[in-house]
Structures are given as structure tokens and as C-alpha cells.
């Protein structure tokens, strides 16, 4: 039995100017000890994928218009607000895409690590106090004693980023959701952070679910990768065979996007055009106005998530049909 399983998630934003539909419809299972990787442009639904399964969503303007995700016998979606208070933060975990937003500017870092230790473990203050001079040493932090008293705005990004990770990753969480926690960093402490998750899930035999833009930490990273257009997965496959055999043409537009397999000296390639306007009804495939092979049918006709080889699904009609 998988650690979770979403079936159907649609979340939409009730605005003045319609109705946005973010999440449209979108199915995956993840295994525990597994990495899956959710990639897509900005806009794509990426982000709120991870928000909805954590309650997190504001409401209004946001609303859960339907589906189902079941962690470990518990449907997330429509728990009671206590059910998921008891989850969040203590077996599902996230780390935020700004640390320096998600930390509270008020209050030391030490208040906000041992907050999670005695809400959900019912621990004393010093022996949460040892826990979390543990794990902010494990994450890289220096002069852990010292550093308890810091105020967020103390700590360069880096060191922000490494004291969201020790505060998700406190009460050894069963599932950890990273919402893009490298994109802010240079490259030098984007590598140390994401060898740090590797090395904590190795621990504590977590499931992740990591959301990016940068397919070279999805090949680095995840076992599996969704890709998300327009608040829906278009592709779906091992890591492997979505790089080696991708099918769909947003993920070979995506591959084709990457500075490194460029000629040198060549004008970089940009997928052409913006994605859709998801508040407005959408004929046919998201992706067609962008796409080279789209034909007269993809204007039209709805694609469907369908099944092309073992553990390899997509939703593109040409390819469906054999015909790219």
C-alpha cells in the first residue's frame, strides 16, 4: 500500500476575474523511501500540489473542488482541522520556497525549532533543546549554542534555508514535501543543501516530494518525475526514462531548454508563446498553441493521461497515435 495516494485533485482560486483553475484534475501515488519530482514552468500548478495536500491553501480564495488524498489511510483533503494538526508538521513536513517569508521575524530560531518538539511530542524543553542543537549541527550550522538566540534576519540565505530543513525535518516526518528550496541559493549551497536531504532521507527513511523548475536536480534527485502543464500532469515516468525517452513535446521542450545541452556559441532555445490563461476555458490541448507538432486536432480534442509502456504515462494525442 503506497505512503500516499491522490486521486483527481482539483483546486481552484474564486477571484473577481474568474475562476482559476491551479490544479485540474491531477493523480499520482508515492511509495515510501521514495523521491518524486514535480517539474513544470512557473504557473504550472506545482506549488499549489503541495499547499492543498498540507491544508495550506487559503480559503477563500482557494477551495478544494474535489478528489481525494489518501496518506497512510487518511483522506488530507477533508480531515477534520485537528486530524490535520496532529499530521502537519509531525509526519508530513514541508519546506517552504522563501525561508526568509516562512520564518517568523519576531521570535530567535531556537523558539520556532523546539515549537514543533513540544506540540507534537509532549517532550520537556531541555530535552528539545538537545534535539535541536543535534539537528542544526546535522544540517551544517555552526556554533549551533550561539545561533539559538539569532533572529532570522542574522542568518545569510543559506543558513535560513538550512534552519527550515532542521525545523521539517525535527520530529522525523514520514513524508517531506520541498516546495523549490534551492531556487534562491547559488550553486555552491544549492549542491550542500540538496547532498543535506539526501543524507536525512538515507536516516530516516522518508518519502519526498520535491517541486522545481530545474530538471538537472530532478535527474540528480528523484526516483520518479511528474510533469505539470496548465495544472496538469502531461507526463509521467521514471527519472531515467524521462530523460533518456521522453514522449511528450512540453517535456522534450522542457529538456530543450537547458543551457548545458546547448551548442556552444548557439542562440539558447525558448519554448515559444506563455502558457494559457487557466481562468478561461481551454479547447483541446493546453500546449498546442506552443507546440511544433500540434495539428488541427490538438485544437480541439481533450488529451487524456494514458498508459505507453510500463510505468510511463503522457497526454498527447500525435503521440498517442503514433504519429510523432
Not at 499530521?87 to 522563501?98: L, T, V
Not at 526568509?100 to 518538539?117: A, C, F, V
Request: hydrophobic fraction near 40%; glycine fraction near 8%.
Amino acid at each position: 500500500m503506497p505512503l500516499l495516494k491522490v486521486t483527481d485533485l482539483r483546486t481552484h482560486f474564486h477571484t473577481r476575474n474568474g475562476v482559476y483553475r491551479a490544479v485540474d484534475g491531477i493523480s499520482f501515488q508515492l511509495e515510501r523511501g521514495e523521491t518524486l519530482g514535480i517539474v513544470g514552468e512557473s504557473g504550472s500548478g506545482k506549488s499549489v500540489t503541495g499547499y492543498s495536500l498540507m491544508g495550506l491553501v487559503p480559503q477563500p480564495p482557494g477551495r478544494i473542488e474535489g478528489g481525494t488524498a489518501i496518506f497512510d489511510g487518511v483522506n488530507l483533503l477533508h480531515s477534520p482541522p485537528a486530524t490535520l494538526r496532529a499530521i502537519r508538521g509531525k509526519r508530513i513536513s514541508m519546506i517552504f520556497q522563501d525561508p526568509m517569508t516562512s520564518l517568523n521575524p519576531y521570535l530567535r530560531i531556537g523558539d520556532q525549532l523546539i515549537e514543533p518538539l513540544l506540540i507534537h511530542e509532549k517532550i520537556s524543553k531541555p530535552d528539545a533543546l538537545k534535539r535541536t542543537l543535534a539537528m542544526l549541527e546535522a544540517v551544517g550550522i555552526n556554533d549551533a549554542q550561539a545561533r539559538l538566540r539569532s533572529y532570522p534576519h542574522e542568518f545569510s540565505g543559506g543558513m535560513r534555508q538550512r534552519v527550515m530543513i532542521a525545523m521539517s525535518l525535527i520530529t522525523k516526518p514520514e513524508l517531506l514535501i520541498a516546495d523549490e528550496p534551492t531556487t534562491a541559493l547559488d550553486v555552491t549551497v544549492q549542491a550542500q543543501i540538496l547532498e543535506l536531504i539526501k543524507k536525512m532521507q538515507r536516516e530516516l527513511g522518508m518519502a519526498v516530494i520535491f517541486i522545481t523548475h530545474d530538471l538537472g536536480v530532478v535527474a540528480g534527485l528523484c526516483d520518479r518525475v511528474l510533469v505539470m502543464y496548465a495544472g496538469r500532469v502531461v507526463e509521467s515516468a521514471a527519472t531515467r526514462t524521462l530523460f533518456h525517452h521522453p514522449r511528450h513535446p512540453y517535456t522534450l521542450a522542457l529538456q530543450r531548454s537547458i543551457p548545458s545541452t546547448q551548442p556552444k556559441g548557439s542562440e539558447l532555445f525558448t519554448i515559444p508563446g506563455m502558457p494559457p490563461d487557466v481562468s478561461k476555458p481551454i479547447p483541446g490541448c493546453a500546449f498546442a498553441p506552443r507546440c511544433a507538432h500540434a495539428n488541427e486536432f490538438c485544437a480541439t480534442l481533450d488529451p487524456k493521461l494514458v498508459t505507453i509502456a510500463n510505468d510511463h504515462e503522457q497526454a498527447c494525442l500525435r503521440v498517442q497515435a503514433s504519429e510523432i
